[in-house]
């Protein structure tokens, strides 16, 4: 089974509306991670995590909030999707025992109509 | 924040060819890494080289940190090793990776 899990793995949806992208881990790995990708763009900085208590804005949180209901589960929100919030979506995991190597998930790729 | 650029963006290869990617940053780092971002979208992490040199198989990466560069070798190029390639890099204390915009590699059979 994979380490770091998505879920869903497509979405489509409209403006306007709700949606969470949920992430779970099974690592034991303390900090988690949320990121986008656009094309050309590279991998942007959402949200982190270091551990249950503790939340972070990335490079570009606007739009965006977390929830880290459990060492093992970083949930990812979009209040009121748009349509440039249409990307693929990445979790990863990692820590200080691995030399912080971040390890992700398979991705969620989310159009916003 | 630190910055990260990649060299070339976009690279076309024959089978059996070799290559060298290029990772430069603006300050001294704390970790630096390489993915590899598969045609279907998955990113696995290639190699941990904040300095130094690494082998696995084909692949090699060196880091000078002093003149804030890294680069990846691919050596006799395969099909499988299309893909998107990363280098993400932390400084100072948080070890909260910046990502370059990656270069883009096509191998052709």
């Known amino acids: 089974d994979a380490d770091v899990t998505q879920t869903p793995r497509n979405r489509i949806t409209k403006t306007g509306k709700r949606i969470m992208l949920e992430c779970s881990q099974t690592k034991g790995h303390d900090r988690m991670y949320w990121y986008r990708q656009d094309p050309g763009l590279g991998l942007r900085l959402i949200y982190y995590s270091f551990d249950v208590k503790d939340i972070n804005k990335g490079e570009i949180s606007d739009g965006y909030s977390v929830s880290r209901q459990a060492q093992a589960k970083f949930s990812l929100s979009l209040e009121s999707a748009i349509p440039n919030q249409t990307a693929l979506y990445f979790c990863a995991t990692s820590d200080l025992y691995s030399q912080e190597t971040q390890y992700f998930g398979p991705g969620t790729r989310l159009l916003v109509l | 924040g630190i910055q990260v650029e990649q060299s070339p963006p976009d690279l076309i290869l024959q089978e059996g060819a070799n290559s060298t990617l290029r990772c430069n940053f603006s300050?001294?780092?704390?970790?630096l890494q390489w993915f590899h971002q598969n045609p279907w979208g998955q990113l696995i992490n290639l190699f941990y080289?904040?300095?130094g040199t690494k082998q696995n198989g084909r692949l090699s990466a060196t880091t000078v940190a002093t003149e804030r560069y890294s680069l990846l070798y691919i050596s006799s190029s395969q099909t499988t090793d299309s893909g998107v390639y990363f280098c993400?890099?932390?400084?100072?204390?948080?070890?909260?990776?910046?990502f370059g915009r990656g270069t883009s590699l096509i191998v052709h059979p």
């Open positions: 080289i904040p300095s």
């Open positions: 993400a890099v932390s400084s100072g204390g948080s070890y909260i990776p910046t």
């Open positions: 300050d001294s780092v704390n970790n």
